[in-house]
């Protein structure tokens, strides 16, 4: 049974950095694609970046130079870097498998996730 737990969440002021962490148990983060994912109120997830089995690494274009996502396979985690944040990037942050590919932001989006955390939520402060 797969189990991710994120941390890291919490206030951060506008334009100040902010680590989120994902601790994945059942699988490992190199047997699915791995993803993090955001929903607003009143709107779907939202893929943010996804990185793939064969290591390759996406974004969404909203965060694209101020998010990086990496992963640590020997710690089993994914981790989602964020600087320069913005009142936009305050909302829930999921990490989340993706067991068919591409695992892409794209694809995290319009294709859905297999499994997902309880959520990391951000909030941004002016």
């Known amino acids: 049974q797969v189990h991710l737990a994120e941390s890291g969440g919490g206030s951060v002021q506008a334009g100040g950095p902010l680590i989120l962490s994902c601790a994945v148990s059942?699988?490992?983060?190199?047997?699915?694609?791995m993803a993090w994912v955001r929903q607003k109120p009143m709107v779907g997830l939202d893929g943010v970046a996804t990185i793939d089995i064969d290591g390759s690494i996406d974004y969404a274009e909203a965060v694209r130079g101020r998010f990086t996502a990496y992963k640590d396979s020997k710690k089993n985690m994914i981790y989602l870097e964020m600087e320069r944040v913005k009142p936009d990037d305050g909302t829930t942050y999921y990490c989340a498998t993706r067991h068919r590919r591409p695992c892409s932001v794209e694809a995290a989006t319009l294709y859905g996730i297999n499994d997902w955390g309880k959520g990391a939520l951000v909030t941004i402060s002016s």
């Open positions: 059942g699988t490992t983060v190199d047997s699915y694609g």
